[in-house]
T-cell receptor, first 114, second 115 residues
């Protein structure tokens, strides 16, 4: 099955700096890579995603890059703010139609220091 | 759009009793719903996948008779933890997906504590 590794497990940055979280996946058939933000006691919230036919995607301060050859993808958050503090999960998925099993990474706890 | 709700948000029950958790897609029809379990400071572990009107597909190691899943309609799935024990205490999260798009939308989770 799919295996997703995520690094680092914890990350502290000063407010305004950038944060980068990296993930690798094992199954070359995976074709959808979402990123989730989870605040304490809440469910994960989709913040950005990328499909295998795209190399990079941006949404305001958040960007994701995908390298299919190396089977890794990264989340970039620029101009970090205290409200960005949360646990971030990368994930990989494959399939089509109504069934899309998602394999999650181990999570990165991001702390933005004011 | 794409809002998923869960009820209850937290529940405390006694050992040996059963607990039902509801997951609803509020503004879309979910052909597939997923149930996850999350331990403190850990990632999400997929328990089972359910398609409307079909039996759920359980992940390896998940007891079917203990975690009963029903997906009776395109907007509702339920997870029943039967004969709960303290080791079943956890954060249970559901998600819902539409046919075609890849996105899964997660509910806010249910904190189960078994005493």
């Amino acid at each position: 099955g799919e295996n997703v590794e995520q690094h680092p497990s914890t990350l502290s940055v000063q407010e305004g700096d950038s944060a980068v979280i990296k993930c690798t996946y094992s199954d070359s058939a995976s074709n959808y890579f979402p990123w989730y933000k989870q605040e304490l006691g809440k469910g994960p919230q989709l913040i950005i995603d990328i499909r295998s036919n795209v190399g990079e995607k941006k949404d305001q301060r958040i960007a994701v890059t995908l390298n299919k050859t190396a089977k890794h993808f990264s989340l970039h958050i620029t101009e970090t703010q205290p409200e960005d503090s949360a646990v971030y999960f990368c994930a990989a998925s494959k399939g089509s139609g109504g069934y899309q099993k998602v394999t999650f990474g181990t999570g990165t706890k991001l702390q933005v220091i004011p | 759009g794409a809002v998923v709700s869960q009820h209850p948000s937290w529940v405390i029950c006694k050992s040996g009793t059963s607990v039902k958790i509801e997951c609803r897609s509020l503004d879309f029809q979910a052909t597939t719903m997923f149930w996850y379990r999350q331990f403190p400071k850990q990632s999400l572990m997929l328990m089972a996948t359910s398609n409307e009107g079909s039996k759920a597909t359980y992940e390896q190691g998940v007891e079917k008779d203990k975690f009963l899943i029903n997906h009776a309609s395109l907007t509702l799935s339920t997870l029943t933890v039967t004969s709960a024990h303290p080791e079943d205490s956890s954060f249970y999260i559901c998600s819902a997906a539409q046919t075609g798009p890849y996105e899964q939308y997660f509910g806010p989770g249910t904190r189960l504590t078994v005493t």
